[in-house]
């Protein structure tokens, strides 16, 4: 028989201190103005000395659990997305099966930049369908502030740290996870990445020197490739899970720059309230970013019974996923359609309208990059005069 995996419960956490614009225009060469322009970033949240990624990942997912009404013994595994692990070793996975309670339960961690809450959605959807487990918890979190270097305004501005969580369970009703999307480009890494402590360069006073062990990212690059990616993963998620662009009632997407997030939506031809938009108050929080979003899309009054979202992000590797929740049950199962590369014939008129939209997007992109020497030179002769 068919296993079908709904989400039944979820939760969130968030650290309480806050760290406003203004905060740290006192800290680095910047602004709250400039900073709002380019990312839509009002504030974030930084965790506390004594907080880990373990700790904040145990408050979301005991509020998920409490949702879903089911104690920790009751799960089967626990799936948990990070870049930020408490430790090399152990695995911070285990660290949380055993700070819930979750006796003997399986527990990984999963490592896939931003995108990694999706992966683990994907991840777990797998397992139930196979019919290999019955109930999943799937985590989200990110304690990044620690990898952030202060003194480097193009980065310290961008991140936020926090927590998300939901529970997957197995049912023989249609719903849930109807499809999803999984893509990575190694060959653009460099984009976003911590040189140092890992074994290609472990830590050293030089690397404590130089400062590479902190996040370095090119921010032209990861753009260019979010304006491409964000739209096209959310369209091949929609067209596998056998519904359309109309038949979405809210996108969920990453929350890195709201630049990013308004481009998709336009690529998408989706109207403003069909967006959840959290970025201002959280900034770029990684893999916890889509989990935080979705709790807090449920508790604005966003997501209803039957809706069906989208939730899609890019991040570190370079990474992209998209994948198409369904809330509740479906009377009928959508056609679903395994696809990757589908010719132009077979396009509908709808899928082309979102290609020619961010087409045009990426050659404007391009353009104002290559006029970019033009308009600095005209600038600095017209100071000159």
Not at 1 to 9: A, L, N
Not at 236 to 241: F, I, Q
Request: net charge neutral; glycine share 8%.
């Amino acid at each position: 028989m068919t296993k079908y995996s709904r989400i039944i419960g979820w939760g969130k956490y968030a650290p309480e201190q806050i760290l406003t614009n203004q905060d740290l225009e006192k800290m680095v060469d910047t602004s709250d103005e400039w900073i709002l322009t380019r990312t839509g970033i009002r504030e974030r949240r930084i965790a506390a000395p004594e907080e880990t990624t373990a700790t904040m990942s145990v408050q979301a997912a005991r509020a998920a659990l409490d949702k879903a009404q089911l104690r920790p013994t009751d799960l089967d595994l626990i799936i948990v997305a990070t870049s930020s692990p408490d430790h090399f070793l152990p695995a911070v996975s285990s660290t949380i099966q055993d700070m819930l309670g979750a006796k003997e339960v399986g527990a990984f961690t999963l490592t896939a930049g931003c995108t990694g809450f999706v992966y683990g959605l994907a991840t777990a959807h797998q397992f139930i369908a196979s019919g290999t487990y019955e109930n999943v918890l799937v985590i989200g979190a990110e304690l990044i502030s620690r990898f952030v270097d202060w003194e480097d305004r193009s980065t310290c501005v961008l991140f936020g740290d926090g927590a998300g969580a939901v529970v997957l369970t197995a049912s023989e009703m249609p719903g849930g996870v109807l499809s999803f999307v999984l893509g990575s480009d190694g060959s653009l890494g460099d984009a976003l990445i911590v040189p140092s402590i890992g074994c290609k360069e472990p830590i050293s006073q030089k690397v404590l020197d130089e400062r590479t062990h902190y996040i370095r990212m090119d921010g032209r690059r990861v753009l260019k490739f979010a304006i491409r990616i964000m739209s096209k993963a959310a369209v091949e998620a929609v067209k596998a899970s056998g519904l359309s662009l109309s038949d979405i009632d809210l996108l969920i997407p990453h929350q890195a720059n709201l630049r990013i997030i308004e481009l998709t939506r336009r690529h998408l031809g989706l109207p403003e309230d069909k967006v959840f938009i959290n970025v201002d108050r959280y900034g770029n929080t990684s893999a916890a970013s889509i989990p935080i979003a979705f709790c807090e899309a449920i508790e604005e009054g966003r997501v209803n019974e039957g809706d069906n979202l989208v939730m899609v992000g890019f991040g570190g590797g370079l990474t992209w996923a998209a994948t198409v929740v369904h809330m509740g049950v479906l009377e009928t199962l959508p056609r679903l359609v395994a696809w990757r590369f589908v010719p132009v014939g077979s396009l509908s008129l709808e899928e082309m309208k979102v290609i020619a939209r961010a087409t045009m997007d990426s050659l404007v992109f391009k353009a104002s990059a290559l006029l970019l020497p033009l308009y600095t030179k005209t600038g600095l002769r017209r100071r000159r005069k």
